[in-house]
């Protein structure tokens, strides 16, 4: 097995022990909910969005490390984007997930989320750090369907 | 099963226990899994109440049926036909000796413990249950034993009641008394939770269904590797178990039926095997069990199954019972001396299950790192959401201990959980 702290790296520690943007937001933003039925992990995204630029972005919820980590640092990443811009790291956060190719550009969009890298490694766990991403859609596109990993 | 002896057999320093003692050391060399490494460590099997391991008999028993007995049953007039029909029809005869059943036409071979449950839920219940009728089950339910209910309840108007558990995870027996009454048509429930362990005193509940006018189903998928089976002791008129968990193969499992109850039911699917006489206009139906077995069965599955109960006889529920419940006593000695470490579900009458939380780590986080030491255990919700519910938390971590484990198995998962803390401290 790859090294489990290429996981459990310490950004990601970091972060799940203490969750940046860990609140609600008022009823005007837009949410939805996430839900990984394998381990339980349940968040609610909340995002608001003005002129085409995520003003601001909140989770709350309960989950692993994985997930709790990939939400908090999403909503570091994202706060302030364009939505072009955020669908765009969306996407290479995806493949770096998923297919590990990602190209130069990438590095830049993803910034301090590369340290993800190593969950590709850990297959049953890629889901938990996407999940918050699919409920962060969700919530932008308005879906009311809660989104399950499985 | 006797609870009552079961209770007296734990009390802390007992007499030696009559020899010849178990030790899994003498079996462990039958599974040939047990040999194998995970991320190049020695396997530490603790998931065992989600699938046991097969011993060489059961996959020599399989292998045997293919290389030198396969053939259809009930439908051929040559020798290897009727050689497989045999076996197939002992093997049935096996599973009524080893749950005690009067009958063999009582025993009706299906996929596992989820298909028992919905065949009774579709034909006992499609033609007992009524609108307004109640079914009784437990909050200790695995899903297999709540969803068809549910299903049925929504399609005939009856109404589901819930026994609640306290805060052992024991079954609130009060409250049971109170919710049967003259409505009550079933009382379903699991003989050891998988969640939890509990062990439920399901003679003297299924009495109290049977004094109010209900039948009782007993959901024995955990119990049945664990503890002798008698379901005339029990006097259910149901019990279902799966072949998987007690050391058989996959896709084969057992409905225990009472014979008047089963010839009774309307048959579940239609198809060969299942008929006597078929025109356009009309078709008459074989008796049960054969009624209830459409289509060509798992006839290798059968065979494997009938020779892990040979196995297991061979070593004996009450020697495997005994030997579980002290790896079970050192399991939790160990495992609550770790600090934030809480065990979720001390009932006083346990099997060898331990669901445990800690304070600082997510248990499909410790599952993962586990996963790393060669240890598999189960994370999630066990499907128990209710259970999950009761205790207001979404997961456990799981370690379900067989009698091929060893203290060496547990002081891995131990040293595993050394490797929590220190990547969560
Ligand atoms: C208590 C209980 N009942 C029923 C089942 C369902 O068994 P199967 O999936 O083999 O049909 C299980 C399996 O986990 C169980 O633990």
Redesign the interface.
């Given at each position: 097995m790859s090294d489990l702290r290429e996981l459990y790296q310490e950004v990601i520690l970091d972060h799940a022990k203490k969750p940046r943007n860990f609140h609600t937001m008022p009823d005007s933003a837009r949410a939805a909910d996430g839900h990984n039925p394998l381990c339980g992990d349940r968040l609610r995204v909340f995002v608001r969005v003005e002129n085409g630029v995520i003003q601001d972005i909140s989770f709350t919820g309960s989950g692993c490390a994985i997930s709790t980590a990939s939400a908090s640092m999403m909503t570091e990443a994202l706060k302030g984007k364009s939505l072009a811009d955020a669908q765009a790291v969306f996407e290479s956060f995806h493949d770096l997930l998923t297919t590990g190719n990602h190209a130069d550009k990438d590095e830049e969009l993803l910034g301090k989320l590369a340290v993800f890298g190593g969950v590709r490694e850990f297959p049953v766990r890629v889901k938990c750090a996407t999940l918050p991403w699919h409920t962060l859609q969700a919530a932008l596109q308005g879906s009311a369907a809660p989104v399950k990993t499985e | 099963m006797a609870v009552t002896t079961v209770k007296s057999t734990r009390t802390p320093k007992a007499p030696a226990p009559p020899a010849p003692a178990f030790s899994p050391d003498d079996i462990r060399g039958d599974f040939p899994i047990l040999q194998i490494t995970s991320?190049?460590r020695r396997l530490a099997y603790l998931d065992n109440a989600a699938t046991s391991q097969k011993p060489q008999a059961v996959i020599a028993a399989m292998t045997r049926f293919y290389n030198s007995q396969n053939a259809n049953i009930h439908r051929g007039v040559y020798e290897l036909s009727t050689q497989a029909t045999a076996a197939y029809e002992i093997a049935r005869d096996r599973v009524r000796q080893f749950i005690n059943a009067a009958d063999v036409r009582e025993i009706v071979f299906v996929r596992g413990a989820t298909e028992a449950i919905n065949l009774v839920a579709a034909s006992w219940g499609g033609t007992n249950v009524r609108s307004g009728d109640e079914i009784i089950l437990s909050t200790l339910e695995h899903h297999s034993n709540i969803v068809p209910w549910q299903m049925l309840a929504q399609r005939v108007g009856a109404v589901l009641r819930v026994i609640p558990i306290n805060d052992a995870g024991e079954l609130c027996l009060e409250q049971y008394e109170k919710l049967l009454n003259p409505r009550t048509r079933l009382v379903a429930i699991t003989h050891v939770s998988n969640a939890l362990g509990t062990i439920n005193p399901v003679r003297q509940m299924v009495r109290l269904a049977h004094a109010a006018g209900a039948l009782a189903l007993v959901d024995g998928a955990q119990s049945v590797p664990h503890l002798p089976i008698d379901v005339r002791a029990i006097d259910c008129d149901f019990f279902v178990f799966s072949g998987h968990k007690i050391c058989g193969p996959t896709g084969i499992g057992v409905l225990y039926a009472r014979q008047p109850i089963l010839q009774a039911m309307p048959p579940y699917q239609g198809g060969g095997d299942m008929i006597e006489t078929v025109t356009f206009d009309q078709t008459t139906y074989a008796p049960a069990p054969q009624k209830f077995e459409a289509g060509t069965p798992n006839i290798s599955g059968a065979l494997g199954l009938a020779a892990a109960l040979d196995y297991i006889t061979g070593i004996g529920l009450d020697r495997i019972g005994g030997y579980e419940r002290q790896l079970l006593l050192y399991a939790q000695e160990k495992l609550t001396r770790i600090k934030g470490l809480k065990i979720v579900g001390t009932a006083a009458d346990k099997a060898a299950v331990i669901s445990f939380v800690l304070s600082y780590?997510?248990?499909?986080?410790v599952g993962?790192?586990l996963?790393?030491q060669g240890v598999a255990i189960r994370?999630?919700?066990h499907c128990c959401q209710p259970v999950?519910d009761r205790y207001g938390i979404?997961?456990t971590a799981r370690a379900s201990l067989a009698f091929y484990n060893t203290r060496e198995d547990v002081d891995q998962l131990v040293l595993g959980l050394e490797?929590v803390k220190e990547?969560?401290h």
């Open positions: - | 991320h190049g780590a997510h248990p499909h986080d993962t790192i996963d790393g994370t999630g919700h999950m979404p997961a490797k990547v969560f």
